[in-house]
């Protein structure tokens, strides 16, 4: 249980400082946990609805601040170069990330000009019916995505730090609030990369 407790906060101090420079990329993951853990709660009412929201919202906004917001290049604060984060980076990198977020991009078109799916699933009969499609076929992308990376992580580096990653992924809503509350406040002074005290020292 030790060294699991230690990999998880490795990998999540690593996801911190790695990926997460950026004032406006924080106070995004901060809308982004804040909505996940709304999703999280819808589960046990409407799962599609769930799915919806953490698509469209929670997603969005956490790679959105991602794609546009966060510093890329040579790393100044950890002395290292994007591509090595990108090689070392547990979790979805930019590239796996474009490849998940094309494919859900891609959902709804694919229910629309085949709504049963090649006679998978009954084929939705109004626009609600076809909102209520897209919404489940988004939750098993998620569960799909995470299910797939946890299998590579155990071929490539073992069940322990797949198991890890999985458990951070899931707890990451509870752990942004924490990390990030303060962005909101910190951007409006006008600090648009967090400083990195704890790194650079």
């Known amino acids: 249980m030790k060294d699991f407790l230690r990999l998880l906060a490795e990998q999540r101090w690593d996801d911190h400082r790695y990926y997460h420079q950026s004032r406006i990329n924080q106070c995004l993951h901060l ?12 589960l046990f009412i409407d799962p599609a609805m769930a799915a919806i929201i953490g698509w469209c919202v929670s997603m969005i906004t956490r790679q959105g601040g991602h ?31 474009v490849v998940l977020m094309g494919v859900w991009a891609g959902v709804p078109l694919v229910l629309w000009l085949s709504p049963s799916v090649g006679g998978l699933i009954q084929p939705a ?4 019916g076809h909102v209520h499609d897209v919404g489940m076929a988004w939750l098993a992308l998620g569960v799909g995505g995470l299910l797939f ?3 590579q992580l155990t071929f490539t580096q073992g069940p322990q730090p797949a198991a890890a990653w999985l458990v951070k992924i899931l707890t990451d809503p509870f752990h942004d ?9 910190a951007l409006l002074r006008g ?7 704890r790194v650079r020292h």
Do not use: C
């Open 67 to 97: 794609f546009f917001f966060e510093p890329r290049g040579f790393d100044t604060v950890n002395g290292v170069t994007d591509e090595y984060k990108e090689e070392v980076k547990v979790g979805y990198n930019i590239q796996r990330k």
């Open 191 to 197: 600090e648009l990369h967090d400083p990195m005290t």
């Open 149 to 151: 990376r946890v299998a």
């Open 31 to 42: 809308v982004s946990a804040i909505s996940f853990l709304v999703a999280y709660v819808w």
């Open 177 to 185: 609030i924490v990390l990030y509350w303060r962005s909101p406040l």
């Open 125 to 128: 009969t109004s626009f609600s």
